[in-house]
């Protein structure tokens, strides 16, 4: 089963369709238009719709007016008549690194999919444009496919798969980066002298020079995996917490 943050139409879910189809038979849900920056976000107000977006031989795909986590619940509530033994998302349109992990519709619906206890993957490449060239990345995206598929994934982890632009030299397991998004707003005036921001905002790297995240992966041209455990218990600290005097 297959979603995304790009919709429907988006080049990177078409090049993940295409790789997925040489492992099986492939059901897509994804979102109609983009939704991008939706994390783990879900409709509560409004009414979800789906629509037959495609069919053939062992596929069929959908748009959904949802978020890309509202693709995945409907696929295994509506559209699934057992569990599938895969769940992929992407392929995204730009880094979903480090802390962006936390904002990441690709990596919601991964996430999504961890939840209902299939194995799962968020692949994302390092370029935005609409257009970019996913070819480079797939000998290693059907690798990645390959390994998961024969070893499964512990429950309650999926995997954040991100790929540098161009041709990548490797691939390397690593630990996820630190750093945060600097969120500075645009403040702006519409006509009827009211405020409104736009988003702007940059990445700033905090990793101090480590050789071992996916930040510095990725900057030396090799291709990032880290394991997410969707369990966010400090497990360390609560030895410690549990000795406050509450």
Request: proline residues 5%; contains cysteine; hydrophobic residues 35%.
């Amino acid at each position: 089963m297959i979603s995304n943050d790009d919709g429907i139409h988006a080049k990177g879910l078409h090049k993940l369709i295409e790789i997925a189809r040489e492992f099986g038979d492939v059901l897509v849900v994804a979102p109609h238009t983009a939704r991008s920056g939706m994390s783990n976000a879900i409709t509560v107000e409004v009414p979800v719709r789906l629509k037959e977006y495609e069919s053939d031989t062992n596929f069929k795909s959908y748009s959904c007016t949802g978020t890309p986590v509202d693709c995945v619940k409907l696929a295994f509530d509506q559209l699934l008549d057992e569990k599938p033994d895969l769940i992929l998302s992407g392929i995204n349109h730009g880094s979903n690194s480090s802390v962006s992990v936390h904002y990441s519709g690709t990596m919601g619906a991964t996430i999504e999919g961890c939840i209902h206890e299939v194995p799962s993957i968020g692949f994302s490449l390092c370029d935005h444009r609409p257009n970019a060239n996913f070819s480079p990345m797939a000998p290693f995206a059907r690798k990645i496919i390959a390994q998961v598929l024969e070893n499964g994934l512990p429950k309650g982890t999926c995997l954040n798969v991100n790929v540098p632009k161009g041709n990548p030299e490797g691939i390397v397991v690593c630990r996820q980066g630190h750093g945060r998004w600097v969120e500075e707003f645009d403040k702006r005036t519409d006509p009827q002298k009211r405020n409104y921001y736009w988003i702007t905002g940059f990445y700033k790297n905090m990793d101090n020079g480590s050789t071992d995240t996916d930040n510095h992966i990725l900057e030396t041209g090799r291709i990032s995996i880290v394991p997410i455990n969707i369990d966010m218990t400090h497990h360390k600290f609560l030895a410690e917490l549990k000795n406050w005097k509450f």
